[in-house]
């Protein structure tokens, strides 16, 4: 696994928070007070609860909602609306129904005015990467969820972008299928340099797939926890130390009292912690 304290901060947070007026011109907190630093090439999950600011989050580190106090840095400079160097993987993949495998992977070049034979070759190479070179000329209709989850990967990935926001992106599928994209998804990360921020409610997900996971709690949502994993024996679900991280962390989304939480959390070796209120 990469070391996380020797790499450069890629999106900080300070203070950051998001309300919406709602239709009698309410306010409405849905973050308040996030502080974050995220290093470049690492594995960041935010693990929440439904409805508890985690696709809000996301948005707001891709640029594509604007916060409502606090600043925002991407590679040190204030981040601003629609980097290309940031992806976002969306829970229902959003690829076009009317373009083959080929052309929904792309994509991406085409809007920036790219011709075909400049970027056909690297298409090819990701499709390959990602086990789809025969489906190629298949249409979104004519793949399975699965398949259709890796278009929007590669698809997201063929471009390389220097951070890319997952939101909950296999939770529509089973769970043999589920396990087998993570497996997919840490390969791939392996290889490259890109910063992946996925958003989840899974425990299971968030402890496997982060080396740095945060909490988010509820109402307003802010972080109320943080640890690094940085050990193998979290990469086994059936370790004795994995199950006793996860339900730690179950307790945590859960609300159980500070006392019984951090009973749990005794038998835990090895995991910097950062604990909040
Ligand atoms: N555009 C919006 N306008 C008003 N309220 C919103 C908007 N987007 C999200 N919310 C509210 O913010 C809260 C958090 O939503 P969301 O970030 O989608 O949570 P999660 O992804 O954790 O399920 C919810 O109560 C939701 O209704
Ligand atoms: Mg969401």
Redesign the pocket.
């Known amino acids: 696994m990469k070391p996380i304290e020797a790499l450069p901060t890629v999106l900080s947070c300070q203070n950051l928070s998001k309300s ?1 007026r ?1 239709s009698h011109k309410q306010e ?1 907190v ?1 973050l308040t007070d996030i502080n974050l630093e995220i290093c470049k090439g690492t594995f960041v999950t935010i693990l ?10 996301l948005k707001l580190l891709g640029g594509f909602l604007p916060s409502s106090s606090g600043v925002l840095l991407f590679n040190g400079q204030p981040l601003k609306s629609n980097t290309p160097d940031i992806g976002m993987i969306f829970q229902d993949h959003n690829l076009y129904p009317w373009m083959t495998v080929e052309q929904n992977v792309g994509f991406g070049f085409k809007i920036k005015g790219e011709k075909p034979g400049k970027y056909k070759h690297l298409v090819h190479e990701i499709l390959d990467i990602v086990g789809l070179s025969h489906a190629r000329k298949l249409y979104p209709h004519q793949l399975s969820g699965g398949m259709r989850q890796r278009v929007a990967i590669a698809r997201s990935i063929v471009v390389k972008p220097t951070v890319l926001l997952l939101d909950e992106p296999f939770s529509a599928l089973d769970v043999q299928l589920r396990r087998r994209l993570q497996e997919f998804l840490l390969a791939l990360w392996s290889e490259m340099n890109t910063t992946m921020i996925l ?1 989840t409610h899974n425990v299971e997900e968030a402890i496997l797939l982060g080396q740095n996971l945060v909490v ?1 709690g509820e109402s307003p ?1 802010r972080i109320v926890e943080e640890i690094t994993i940085s050990d193998a024996q979290y990469r086994d679900r059936y370790h004795p130390n994995f199950l006793r991280l996860q339900r730690y962390l179950e307790s945590v989304l859960e609300g159980t009292s500070k006392e019984q939480a951090n009973d749990y959390y005794e038998g835990i070796l090895a995991i910097p912690r950062i604990q909040r209120n």
């Open positions: 919406f709602g409405t849905v929440g609860q439904s409805g508890g600011g985690k696709s809000t989050l958003v988010v949502g």
